[in-house]
Protein backbone atom coordinates (compact mmCIF):
# COMPACT_ATOMS: atom_id res chain seq x y z
CA UNK A 1 0.00 0.00 0.00
CA UNK A 2 1.20 3.39 -1.10
CA UNK A 3 2.56 5.43 2.30
CA UNK A 4 1.99 9.05 3.43
CA UNK A 5 3.18 11.25 1.12
CA UNK A 6 3.51 15.60 1.28
CA UNK A 7 4.30 17.45 -1.36
CA UNK A 8 5.96 19.47 -1.26
CA UNK A 9 8.82 18.14 0.39
CA UNK A 10 10.73 21.45 0.61
CA UNK A 11 9.57 25.25 0.47
CA UNK A 12 11.42 28.31 1.13
CA UNK A 13 9.40 31.36 0.71
CA UNK A 14 9.47 34.84 2.12
CA UNK A 15 7.66 36.56 4.90
CA UNK A 16 4.80 37.59 3.91
CA UNK A 17 4.25 35.46 1.37
CA UNK A 18 2.01 32.35 1.86
CA UNK A 19 2.58 28.46 1.50
CA UNK A 20 0.60 25.69 0.80
CA UNK A 21 0.89 21.92 2.25
CA UNK A 22 -0.56 18.80 0.98
CA UNK A 23 -0.77 15.48 2.80
CA UNK A 24 -2.21 12.65 1.44
CA UNK A 25 -3.15 9.94 3.86
CA UNK A 26 -3.03 6.41 3.48
CA UNK A 27 -6.21 5.22 1.57
CA UNK A 28 -9.32 4.47 4.30
CA UNK A 29 -7.21 5.94 7.03
CA UNK A 30 -9.96 7.94 8.30
CA UNK A 31 -8.16 9.72 10.86
CA UNK A 32 -5.23 12.41 9.80
CA UNK A 33 -3.15 14.45 11.36
CA UNK A 34 -0.75 17.51 11.56
CA UNK A 35 2.09 17.71 13.63
CA UNK A 36 5.41 20.24 12.95
CA UNK A 37 8.99 20.85 14.41
CA UNK A 38 10.30 23.51 14.79
CA UNK A 39 14.50 23.55 14.44
CA UNK A 40 15.72 22.32 17.76
CA UNK A 41 12.13 22.11 19.57
CA UNK A 42 10.13 19.06 19.82
CA UNK A 43 7.61 17.89 17.89
CA UNK A 44 4.30 19.21 18.30
CA UNK A 45 0.96 18.26 17.33
CA UNK A 46 -1.33 21.21 15.28
CA UNK A 47 -4.33 19.01 14.80
CA UNK A 48 -6.75 16.03 14.27
CA UNK A 49 -9.07 15.38 11.42
CA UNK A 50 -11.64 12.43 11.96
CA UNK A 51 -12.33 12.09 7.78
CA UNK A 52 -13.23 15.80 7.03
CA UNK A 53 -13.84 17.54 10.30
CA UNK A 54 -11.60 18.50 12.57
CA UNK A 55 -11.88 16.70 15.84
CA UNK A 56 -8.99 18.69 17.53
CA UNK A 57 -7.68 21.55 16.78
CA UNK A 58 -5.92 23.17 19.91
CA UNK A 59 -2.36 22.57 18.84
CA UNK A 60 -2.36 25.60 16.02
CA UNK A 61 -0.56 28.28 16.86
CA UNK A 62 -2.67 30.61 15.55
CA UNK A 63 -5.13 32.19 12.96
CA UNK A 64 -2.76 32.52 9.94
CA UNK A 65 -2.91 28.58 10.26
CA UNK A 66 -5.69 27.22 8.36
CA UNK A 67 -6.39 23.06 7.41
CA UNK A 68 -8.78 21.63 5.40
CA UNK A 69 -9.70 17.88 4.27
CA UNK A 70 -12.16 18.46 1.77
CA UNK A 71 -13.98 15.10 0.99
CA UNK A 72 -12.21 13.33 3.45
CA UNK A 73 -9.16 12.61 1.63
CA UNK A 74 -6.70 14.41 1.05
CA UNK A 75 -6.03 17.63 3.59
CA UNK A 76 -4.20 20.97 3.07
CA UNK A 77 -2.40 23.14 5.59
CA UNK A 78 -2.14 26.75 4.83
CA UNK A 79 -0.09 29.66 6.09
CA UNK A 80 -1.17 33.17 5.13
CA UNK A 81 1.45 35.53 5.76
CA UNK A 82 4.07 33.07 6.76
CA UNK A 83 6.16 34.55 9.44
CA UNK A 84 9.96 33.58 10.31
CA UNK A 85 9.08 31.43 13.45
CA UNK A 86 6.68 29.65 10.93
CA UNK A 87 10.11 27.91 9.90
CA UNK A 88 10.31 23.80 10.79
CA UNK A 89 9.57 20.58 9.62
CA UNK A 90 5.65 19.63 8.94
CA UNK A 91 4.70 16.23 9.27
CA UNK A 92 1.12 14.55 8.52
CA UNK A 93 0.26 11.56 9.29
CA UNK A 94 -2.76 9.03 9.26
CA UNK A 95 -4.23 5.82 11.31
CA UNK A 96 -7.17 3.81 10.75
CA UNK A 97 -8.09 4.21 14.14
CA UNK A 98 -7.95 7.02 16.70
CA UNK A 99 -7.00 5.93 19.86
CA UNK A 100 -4.40 3.57 20.36
CA UNK A 101 -3.46 2.99 16.72
CA UNK A 102 0.15 4.25 15.50
CA UNK A 103 0.73 6.73 13.19
CA UNK A 104 1.87 6.16 9.78
CA UNK A 105 3.95 9.18 8.94
CA UNK A 106 4.65 11.23 5.55
CA UNK A 107 8.29 12.34 5.18
CA UNK A 108 7.39 15.95 5.86
CA UNK A 109 7.64 19.32 4.33
CA UNK A 110 10.80 21.29 5.87
CA UNK A 111 9.45 24.75 5.45
CA UNK A 112 12.11 27.72 5.30
CA UNK A 113 10.97 31.38 5.70
CA UNK A 114 13.20 34.34 4.80
CA UNK B 1 0.33 19.27 27.88
CA UNK B 2 2.61 16.37 29.39
CA UNK B 3 5.96 15.44 27.16
CA UNK B 4 8.07 12.60 27.25
CA UNK B 5 11.33 13.32 28.44
CA UNK B 6 13.94 10.91 26.86
CA UNK B 7 17.53 10.30 28.50
CA UNK B 8 20.14 10.09 26.89
CA UNK B 9 20.11 12.62 23.94
CA UNK B 10 22.96 11.12 22.39
CA UNK B 11 24.51 7.67 22.02
CA UNK B 12 27.54 6.08 20.02
CA UNK B 13 27.84 2.65 19.93
CA UNK B 14 29.35 -0.41 18.51
CA UNK B 15 27.70 -2.88 16.40
CA UNK B 16 26.73 -5.61 18.34
CA UNK B 17 26.08 -3.51 21.37
CA UNK B 18 23.02 -3.34 22.87
CA UNK B 19 21.88 0.27 22.95
CA UNK B 20 19.16 1.87 25.69
CA UNK B 21 17.12 4.57 26.15
CA UNK B 22 14.76 5.98 29.01
CA UNK B 23 11.72 8.01 28.53
CA UNK B 24 9.83 9.91 31.52
CA UNK B 25 6.34 11.68 31.17
CA UNK B 26 4.25 13.45 33.78
CA UNK B 27 0.85 12.89 33.73
CA UNK B 28 -1.65 9.52 33.25
CA UNK B 29 -0.80 8.00 29.60
CA UNK B 30 -3.61 5.27 27.73
CA UNK B 31 -0.24 4.33 25.77
CA UNK B 32 3.38 5.08 25.06
CA UNK B 33 5.13 4.76 21.71
CA UNK B 34 8.77 4.55 20.04
CA UNK B 35 9.18 6.15 17.09
CA UNK B 36 12.65 5.99 14.77
CA UNK B 37 13.32 8.87 12.29
CA UNK B 38 16.09 8.23 9.65
CA UNK B 39 17.44 11.86 8.38
CA UNK B 40 15.32 13.71 6.53
CA UNK B 41 12.38 11.10 6.29
CA UNK B 42 9.40 10.74 8.43
CA UNK B 43 8.67 8.45 11.90
CA UNK B 44 8.26 5.09 11.83
CA UNK B 45 6.56 3.52 14.13
CA UNK B 46 8.28 0.76 16.52
CA UNK B 47 6.20 -0.76 18.89
CA UNK B 48 3.13 0.76 21.23
CA UNK B 49 2.65 0.31 24.84
CA UNK B 50 -0.58 0.33 26.42
CA UNK B 51 -0.78 1.77 30.08
CA UNK B 52 -1.52 -1.65 31.72
CA UNK B 53 1.21 -3.49 29.98
CA UNK B 54 4.79 -3.94 31.44
CA UNK B 55 7.00 -4.99 28.59
CA UNK B 56 6.18 -5.74 25.22
CA UNK B 57 9.11 -7.37 22.24
CA UNK B 58 9.62 -7.02 18.56
CA UNK B 59 12.37 -8.36 17.17
CA UNK B 60 15.32 -7.04 18.86
CA UNK B 61 13.47 -4.50 20.57
CA UNK B 62 12.05 -4.71 24.33
CA UNK B 63 9.98 -1.58 25.43
CA UNK B 64 9.43 -1.62 29.57
CA UNK B 65 6.91 0.40 30.92
CA UNK B 66 6.86 1.94 34.41
CA UNK B 67 3.37 3.63 35.09
CA UNK B 68 4.47 4.32 38.62
CA UNK B 69 7.76 5.88 37.86
CA UNK B 70 6.31 7.44 34.68
CA UNK B 71 8.98 6.12 32.64
CA UNK B 72 9.50 3.74 29.54
CA UNK B 73 13.07 2.02 28.30
CA UNK B 74 13.84 0.58 24.73
CA UNK B 75 16.24 -1.63 24.34
CA UNK B 76 17.99 -2.33 20.91
CA UNK B 77 19.44 -5.50 21.42
CA UNK B 78 22.64 -6.35 18.99
CA UNK B 79 22.93 -3.08 17.61
CA UNK B 80 23.49 -2.31 13.56
CA UNK B 81 25.05 0.20 11.86
CA UNK B 82 20.85 0.52 9.50
CA UNK B 83 19.73 1.42 13.62
CA UNK B 84 21.39 4.97 13.49
CA UNK B 85 18.87 7.08 13.68
CA UNK B 86 17.04 9.59 16.15
CA UNK B 87 14.54 7.50 18.30
CA UNK B 88 11.36 9.16 19.80
CA UNK B 89 9.10 8.39 22.66
CA UNK B 90 5.53 9.39 22.66
CA UNK B 91 2.41 9.50 24.82
CA UNK B 92 -1.05 9.42 24.50
CA UNK B 93 -3.34 10.80 27.30
CA UNK B 94 -6.22 9.82 28.34
CA UNK B 95 -9.30 12.07 26.65
CA UNK B 96 -7.19 12.74 23.69
CA UNK B 97 -5.32 11.34 20.68
CA UNK B 98 -2.83 13.65 20.94
CA UNK B 99 0.68 12.59 20.99
CA UNK B 100 2.97 14.40 22.79
CA UNK B 101 6.77 13.44 21.72
CA UNK B 102 9.86 13.88 23.62
CA UNK B 103 13.29 15.84 22.37
CA UNK B 104 14.41 12.69 20.75
CA UNK B 105 17.44 10.22 21.35
CA UNK B 106 20.32 10.28 18.45
CA UNK B 107 21.71 6.74 18.38
CA UNK B 108 24.87 5.99 15.92
CA UNK B 109 25.99 2.70 15.57
CA UNK B 110 29.18 2.48 14.34
CA UNK B 111 30.34 -0.54 12.39
Known amino acids: EAGVTQFPSHSVIEKGQTVTLRCDPI?????LYWYRRVMGKEIKFLLH????????ESGMPNNRFLAERTGGTYSTLKVQPAELEDSGVYFC????????????FGNGTRLTVT | SQQGEEDPQALSIQEGENATMNCSYK?????LQWYRQNSGRGLVHLIL?????REKHSGRLRVTLDTSKKSSSLLITASRAADTASYFC???????????FGKGNQVVVIP
Open chain 1, 93 to 104: ASSPGAYNSPLH
Open chain 1, 27 to 31: SGHDN
Open chain 1, 49 to 56: FVKESKQD
Open chain 2, 27 to 31: TSINN
Open chain 2, 49 to 53: IRSNE
Open chain 2, 90 to 100: ATENYGNNRLA
